[in-house]
Nanobody
Framework: QVQLVESGGGLVQAGGSLNLSCAASGRTFSRYAIGWFRQAPGKERDFVAAISWNGVSTYYADSVKGRFTVSRDNAKNTVYLQMNSLKPEDTAVYYC?????????????WGQGTQVTVSS
């Protein structure tokens, strides 16, 4: 099990950028794939991006390809989501989640989320 804490959310104008962080506790963090998800008000939680345990593999939802970049620093037990060219439709609570499997059907551990609001 790993504990996750997201940070870096906030209010930004359309076209702006934010860099979210997902900090993890536990010595086994480097074994976990990490996914980013988001949930807008009244909508289901959607997949955004994921990164493999060693950072070699990544994949993205079509809606964020070319704008968002996921990366990790295992020495700091942290995964990042760099979000550029933000749009109002990116407004949501963003969550990170951990799994010992790559591209799992479900993730095992979740953070509490960080709010991202993009104004038009």
């Amino acid at each position: 099990q790993v504990q996750l804490v997201e940070s870096g959310g906030g209010l930004v104008q359309a076209g702006g950028s934010l860099n979210l962080s997902c900090a993890a506790s536990g010595r086994t963090f480097s074994r976990y794939a990490i996914g980013w998800f988001r949930q807008a008000p009244g909508k289901e939680r959607d997949f955004v991006a994921a990164i493999s345990w060693n950072g070699v593999s990544t994949y993205y939802a079509d809606s964020v390809k070319g704008r968002f970049t996921v990366s990790r620093d295992n020495a700091k037990n942290t995964v990042y989501l760099q979000m550029n060219s933000l749009k109002p439709e990116d407004t949501a609570v963003y969550y990170c989640a951990a799994s010992l499997s790559w591209r799992p059907r479900a993730y095992d551990d979740w953070g509490q989320g960080t709010q991202v609001t993009v104004s038009s």
